[in-house]
Each structure stands twice: as structure tokens, then as C-alpha cells.
């Protein structure tokens, strides 16, 4: 007897779960701002630019240039970041990464 309920309510579980997701999907999407509505942040320093979706680790530095982003899962930061090669001193420049050991 419960093999047979199973049976039966298992189309509604699946059919309630991809509306569930179908829902989260458009809502996600409709919270996005279209680019335009952004004004984008300009980047004055050298060797960095805008990223609206950068690591959420932040910038590489000299104390953490080894890092791997994997570990900041897939989280955004908006904002100005160092260019590839490049990481943050602590004066606050992006320097070329090999320079650490001089600036850092």
C-alpha cells in the first residue's frame, strides 16, 4: 500500500520541485539590473580595473598571492581589482607580483 502512494505522489514532488526552481530562477534574474542602470566605478589607480563581479576574497596580495579563488566559493564583489599579474601592496598599488619581495 505505501508503494503505491509513493508511486502517486511522486509526479506532484517533482512537478512542485521544477516549479520551485523555475521560481527562484526568474526571481533571481528579474533582482539582476540590466548593465546600463549600473553606473560603472572607474579605476584611476595603475594596473587595476573595474570588475563587477570580482573575487569575494577581494585583491590578491603579497601575503596572500598564493591563494587559489576556489576557496571564496562563487561570490561577487563589485570593484576596482589589480590586473592579472598584478597585487596590492600595502601602500595600496597593484605592483607585479614578482616585485613583492622589494615593495610588498
Known amino acids: 500500500m505505501a508503494d503505491f502512494t509513493v508511486a502517486r505522489l511522486l509526479p506532484f514532488v517533482v512537478l512542485i520541485s521544477s516549479l520551485l526552481t523555475i521560481g ?33 576574497c577581494g585583491d590578491l596580495t603579497c601575503s596572500n598571492v598564493r591563494r587559489n579563488d576556489v576557496q571564496c566559493g562563487r561570490q561577487c564583489q563589485e570593484g576596482c581589482f589589480c590586473n592579472r599579474g598584478y597585487v596590492r601592496s600595502r601602500s595600496g598599488s597593484c605592483i607585479p607580483s614578482y616585485a613583492c619581495a622589494t615593495f610588498g
Open 24 to 56: 527562484c530562477m526568474v526571481q533571481a534574474q528579474a533582482s539582476v539590473p540590466e548593465e546600463e542602470e549600473q553606473p560603472e566605478m572607474e579605476c584611476n589607480r595603475v594596473n587595476e580595473s573595474y570588475d563587477a563581479c570580482g573575487s569575494g
